[in-house]
């Protein structure tokens, strides 16, 4: 293994006890949160990028902005189940069985966001040391695998962000 492999292996590990801690609803709400974001910021981002000069730039600015709205919107509605099934979880089961879930929703959160993070830098690389360790690591092709099936829903914002850098 190299040093690339216990870098992403050590995030998504992370990420999972981040969603062992928030439990099933908040991690769910996390998940659908990045996928319902990505869908409406590929397809608005265009016209809230004319608001600020319709430039390459305008365009990513658009893009993260509506993506980050998005996600805390979404993230809000699941915070407010999540509390209100925290009741539930006043017994021992239900709060194992909510964490576990957690851990699992967390672990699958931190595999997507990885393999679209990595999918970005084979594209638009920071330097030769990470192509390299992106070559050569197993956990990196894995998830690259994994990234190329999300790629597709957003390709306008892949797009904009190529000819803005």
């Given at each position: 293994?190299?040093?690339?492999?216990?870098?992403?292996?050590?995030?998504?590990?992370?990420?999972?006890?981040?969603?062992?801690?928030?439990?099933?609803?908040?991690?769910?709400?996390?998940?659908?949160?990045?996928?319902?974001?990505?869908?409406?910021?590929?397809?608005?981002?265009?016209?809230?990028?004319?608001?600020?000069?319709?430039?390459?730039?305008?365009?990513?600015?658009?893009?993260?902005?509506?993506?980050?709205?998005?996600?805390?919107?979404?993230?809000?509605?699941?915070w407010v189940f999540g509390k209100i099934f925290r009741i539930i979880t006043i017994?021992?089961?239900?709060?194992?069985?909510?964490?576990?879930?957690?851990?699992?929703?967390?672990?699958?959160?931190?595999?997507?966001?990885?393999?679209?993070?990595?999918?970005?830098?084979?594209?638009?690389?920071?330097?030769?040391?990470?192509?390299?360790?992106?070559?050569?690591?197993?956990?990196?092709?894995?998830?690259?695998?994994?990234?190329?099936?999300?790629?597709?829903?957003f390709p306008e914002a892949l797009k904009s962000i190529k000819s803005a850098?």
């Amino acid at each position: 293994m190299v040093s690339l492999d216990y870098i992403l292996l050590g995030l998504i590990l992370v990420i999972g006890l981040l969603g062992f801690k928030k439990g099933f609803l908040e991690s769910l709400g996390s998940i659908i949160g990045i996928i319902v974001a990505v869908i409406i910021a590929s397809r608005y981002f265009p016209v809230v990028a004319t608001w600020f000069g319709d430039s390459n730039f305008s365009k990513v600015i658009a893009f993260i902005l509506i993506f980050s709205v998005s996600i805390k919107i979404v993230s809000l509605m699941f915070w407010v189940f999540g509390k209100i099934f925290r009741i539930i979880t006043i017994l021992p089961f239900v709060s194992s069985f909510d964490k576990l879930l957690g851990l699992i929703l967390g672990l699958v959160e931190g595999i997507f966001v990885l393999s679209v993070i990595l999918h970005f830098l084979l594209k638009y690389p920071l330097n030769d040391w990470l192509l390299w360790q992106m070559s050569i690591s197993s956990v990196a092709s894995v998830l690259l695998v994994i990234g190329s099936v999300f790629v597709p829903l957003f390709p306008e914002a892949l797009k904009s962000i190529k000819s803005a850098l």
